[in-house]
């Protein structure tokens, strides 16, 4: 048996959720989605913008449960260039040289400094920023601030190209819809592919381009059955499972 997954919206396999307790709009959200039935892609999208519930443009979320083991050390990680975005501004830092410092700006960065922007994170304690980016020759500066970063998952790596030479290159590729995913230690891995906005095509493209990273990743370890499960949902709208 593969981990236990946490479907989106919170609910489990053993329905420790009361579902008495939802919202009386959930539950009729809910109520269009048949229960254990695996939908097509085309099918899941549909049913995924009918049941939204959100009075804004709520996040499309796609969340895979995988045939994993981390506790043998097996994880799926990697970067994707979605073709057309997650439809959310990301708030970006950079870290770097004065000399880079301009370009990175210009590239879309949010906030861009040096020794005094790692100074003012560790005396504030504060990372209000989506992604940490460093040049190389900061990293051995960043050490003071290596908890505040580290807790919200924002330290700089180079397996996710957060630690570049060329800062304003990777501030151009996220804003241009590159991700970068992570198993999490229950073998699963979640990410936005758009909007409730987004036409079904840009959605589909999204999602067709994440699964084939989510596949070039898997383990050699792995030999079948990689895929447990996959959902799609929208931002606290009921889960719609998809049969790829």
């Known amino acids: 048996m593969g981990p236990r997954f946490i479907r989106p919206g919170g609910l489990n396999h ?41 009075n ?18 097996q994880s799926v990680r990697g970067t994707a260039k979605l073709p057309h975005g997650t439809g959310k501004k990301l708030k970006i830092a950079v870290l770097t040289t004065p000399e880079k410092q301009k370009e990175a700006k210009k590239a879309g960065a949010s906030l861009v400094g040096g020794e005094e922007l790692i100074k003012e994170i560790g005396q504030t304690k504060k990372a209000n920023f989506d992604v940490a980016i460093a040049s190389p020759e900061m990293m051995k500066k960043i050490a003071p601030i290596a908890k505040v970063l580290g ?45 409730i906005s987004f036409d079904d095509k840009k959605l589909k493209e999204n999602f067709e381009t994440f699964l084939e990273e989510i ?16 959902y799609l949902t929208s931002s606290m709208g009921p889960s719609v499972r998809i049969k790829v």
């Open 14 to 54: 053993k329905k420790e959720f009361n579902m008495k307790k939802r919202s009386k709009k959930y539950q009729e959200s809910s109520s269009l989605v048949e229960k254990g039935k695996e939908y097509t892609l085309e099918e899941g999208l549909e049913l995924v913008k009918k049941t939204a519930q959100a």
């Open 56 to 73: 804004f443009d709520a996040a499309v979320e796609t969340h895979f449960n995988l045939n994993i083991d981390p506790k043998k050390n």
């Open 215 to 230: 596949k070039k990743a898997k383990p050699k370890e792995v030999k079948e059955n990689y895929f447990q499960n996959i």
């Open 151 to 195: 807790q919200k998952g924002l330290m700089p790596n180079p397996k996710n190209e957060t630690i570049n030479p060329e800062p304003a290159k990777v501030v151009k590729e996220l804003n241009q819809g590159k991700i970068t995913f992570k198993s999490d230690d229950s073998g699963n891995v979640h990410q936005i592919i758009g909007r």
